[in-house]
């Protein structure tokens, strides 16, 4: 009695063992044997569609089948193993897709619906387990790494936001920001610098929950971002009126003392670098190179006056090179400047500067070419090691030209690109053409910080006007 009842599943269960018609001895052979090229199939005759398919090493298993709403599609069942003959196992992985879809279910759909549940359940253990210190040094460090300004993010996020990082992604809370946010404004902390503060730590939150598959291996570490409803104070009233009046005191023409302090200032750091370069030599250091057939000992000299005639912004000299490709070159033979800004560099539509080289900035650029060594490549200004400058080199260079060239008020180096985009539109330029030359897309910024320049405009505008509307009057 017992063994008659038995029996049945001891078929089924031998059955499941031969689900495939491929034998052993077959499958051995067909992966052995070198007149079978890669790419060659063996046939499975028990189950329509399952084959083996012959690789450089081994081989795959796959399934052919028609798939309601998919069309005709191929399912890969897994590589063959040499040492369980691993063919039967396939068969039967093959039945239950084969009958999945006979149900009108999709079985590639519902894989890839489990794998995303598997996902955020594994999200959420690492969330409860992983402290944002731990994600920021071992993660987040090493995506940032990979970008040009990522350095910087990082010192951001340390230096603002450290006290976070002893707490678990769950554990923080907005309260938290709400007080960090308080306790700088009380410092009189710019409302800019805390919104870039904190926009640098949601943008680690957000990559943290961010859902993106990188060759099969997940790479999201947590369910949402903690600070998702948070948002940073409006500005208040009183606040817009006090940067609306020292906005255009910013983004203005330098005056003509300003512009002579200037070269004034230029001029004695590079007398300055001469006299210290000749008592070096003179004192020992003969094997230092002599710096007085140099039109510029130093870079920051060119580097200023290219602000000057271009406005670009310093990110962008930075990365100048001298080459005829690239996205951000110097091309003297035709006299062109090419960049594609930083600012813009990671849109899907990056804005583009095409910035024809004027007499004056070509013998500057040349002079500084030929005080450089004649370079074919490389950046137009390096670092000791040929590498791009710290986005900060200019900093203190700057303190001392300002000193040496007695600026009635203290400027910052930015204000050369205010000046190049203040006398254009004074001028009278089309706001689209400087929008092109400043790397902008559109002229709304312009409109927006510039307008104040040309007030006239609208008066004559409107007198026009009028004196047409009295010309024709009804008398």
Same mark, same amino acid.
């Given at each position: 009695?017992?063994?008659?009842?038995?029996?049945?599943?001891?078929?089924?269960?031998?059955?499941?063992?031969?689900?495939?018609?491929?034998?052993?001895?077959?499958?051995?052979?067909?992966?052995?044997?070198?007149?079978?090229?890669?790419?060659?199939?063996?046939?499975?005759?028990?189950?329509?569609?399952?084959?083996?398919?012959?690789?450089?090493?081994?081989?795959?298993?796959?399934?052919?089948?028609?798939?309601?709403?998919?069309?005709?599609?191929?399912?890969?069942?897994?590589?063959?193993?040499?040492?369980?003959?691993?063919?039967?196992?396939?068969?039967?992985?093959?039945?239950?897709?084969?009958?999945?879809?006979?149900?009108?279910?999709?079985?590639?759909?519902?894989?890839?619906?489990?794998?995303?549940?598997?996902?955020?359940?594994?999200?959420?253990?690492?969330?409860?387990?992983?402290?944002?210190?731990?994600?920021?040094?071992?993660?987040?460090?090493?995506?940032?790494?990979?970008?040009?300004?990522?350095?910087?993010?990082?010192?951001?996020?340390?230096?603002?936001?450290?006290?976070?990082?002893?707490?678990?992604?769950?554990?923080?809370?907005?309260?938290?920001?709400?007080?960090?946010?308080?306790?700088?404004?009380?410092?009189?902390?710019?409302?800019?610098?805390?919104?870039?503060?904190?926009?640098?730590?949601?943008?680690?939150?957000?990559?943290?929950?961010?859902?993106?598959?990188?060759?099969?291996?997940?790479?999201?570490?947590?369910?949402? /971002?903690?600070?998702?409803? =948070?948002?940073?104070? *409006? +500005? !208040?009233?009183?606040?817009? &009126?006090?940067?609306?009046? #020292?906005? @255009?005191?910013?983004?203005?023409?330098?005056?003509?003392?300003?512009?002579?302090?200037?070269?004034?200032?230029?001029?004695?750091?590079?007398?300055?670098?001469?006299?210290?370069?000749?008592?070096?030599?003179?004192?020992?250091?003969?094997?230092?190179?002599?710096?007085?057939?140099?039109?510029?000992?130093?870079?920051?000299?060119?580097?200023?006056?290219?602000?000057?005639?271009?406005?670009?912004?310093?990110?962008?000299?930075?990365?100048?090179?001298?080459?005829?490709?690239?996205?951000?070159?110097?091309?003297? /033979?035709?006299?062109?400047? =090419?960049?594609?800004? *930083? +600012? !813009?560099?990671?849109?899907? &539509?990056?804005?583009?500067? #095409?910035? @024809?080289?004027?007499?004056?900035?070509?013998?500057?650029?040349?002079?500084?070419?030929?005080?450089?060594?004649?370079?074919?490549?490389?950046?137009?200004?390096?670092?000791?090691?040929?590498?791009?400058?710290?986005?900060?080199?200019?900093?203190?260079?700057?303190?001392?030209?300002?000193?040496?060239?007695?600026?009635?008020?203290?400027?910052?180096?930015?204000?050369?690109?205010?000046?190049?985009?203040?006398?254009?539109?004074?001028?009278?330029?089309?706001?689209?053409?400087?929008?092109?030359?400043?790397?902008?897309?559109?002229?709304?910024?312009?409109?927006?910080?510039?307008?104040?320049?040309?007030?006239? &405009?609208?008066?004559?505008?409107?007198?026009?006007?009028?004196?047409?509307?009295?010309?024709?009057?009804?008398?």
């Amino acid at each position: 009695m017992n063994m008659a009842n038995n029996q049945p599943n001891m078929t089924a269960s031998h059955s499941s063992l031969r689900a495939s018609s491929i034998t052993n001895n077959q499958v051995s052979k067909f992966i052995a044997d070198d007149s079978v090229k890669p790419g060659a199939l063996l046939y499975c005759k028990k189950n329509s569609g399952l084959y083996l398919i012959k690789r450089k090493n081994g081989g795959t298993f796959n399934l052919r089948v028609t798939i309601p709403g998919r069309g005709r599609t191929k399912l890969k069942l897994g590589t063959f193993n040499a040492s369980t003959f691993n063919q039967h196992h396939a068969a039967m992985k093959a039945r239950q897709y084969v009958e999945k879809i006979k149900e009108g279910r999709d079985p590639i759909q519902e894989e890839r619906e489990a794998y995303l549940q598997a996902e955020l359940d594994r999200k959420e253990r690492l969330a409860e387990a992983m402290t944002v210190g731990e994600f920021y040094y071992n993660e987040y460090s090493r995506h940032q790494s990979k970008k040009r300004e990522g350095k910087e993010v990082l010192q951001r996020i340390k230096r603002n936001f450290k006290f976070l990082f002893k707490l678990k992604f769950t554990d923080v809370k907005i309260i938290d920001v709400k007080k960090w946010e308080k306790e700088r404004m009380s410092n009189g902390i710019h409302r800019d610098t805390i919104k870039a503060d904190y926009a640098s730590l949601n943008t680690m939150f957000n990559y943290a929950a961010l859902t993106k598959i990188e060759e099969d291996e997940p790479t999201t570490f947590i369910a949402r /971002n903690p600070l998702h409803s =948070f948002k940073l104070q *409006e +500005k !208040t009233s009183t606040e817009n &009126d006090e940067e609306n009046s #020292i906005e @255009p005191a910013k983004r203005r023409a330098l005056t003509e003392q300003e512009l002579s302090c200037l070269y004034i200032g230029l001029g004695l750091y590079t007398q300055k670098r001469k006299s210290e370069r000749r008592n070096s030599r003179k004192h020992g250091k003969a094997m230092l190179q002599d710096f007085e057939s140099l039109t510029y000992p130093h870079w920051i000299v060119p580097f200023s006056l290219l602000m000057l005639h271009t406005g670009l912004r310093q990110g962008d000299i930075y990365g100048l090179v001298w080459q005829c490709t690239g996205k951000n070159r110097v091309d003297l /033979n035709i006299r062109t400047i =090419f960049v594609t800004p *930083e +600012k !813009t560099r990671d849109n899907i &539509d990056p804005a583009k500067i #095409i910035f @024809p080289i004027s007499d004056e900035l070509l013998e500057i650029l040349n002079d500084w070419w030929i005080d450089s060594g004649c370079p074919s490549s490389g950046y137009v200004f390096p670092n000791t090691i040929g590498k791009r400058k710290n986005r900060q080199a200019h900093r203190e260079l700057w303190k001392t030209i300002l000193k040496l060239g007695k600026f009635p008020n203290k400027i910052e180096m930015y204000s050369l690109r205010h000046n190049f985009i203040s006398v254009l539109v004074a001028q009278g330029t089309p706001l689209l053409h400087i929008a092109k030359l400043v790397g902008h897309k559109s002229t709304k910024m312009i409109e927006e910080h510039y307008g104040h320049l040309c007030p006239n &405009d609208a008066v004559e505008l409107v007198n026009g006007i009028s004196n047409k509307f009295s010309s024709n009057r009804v008398m």
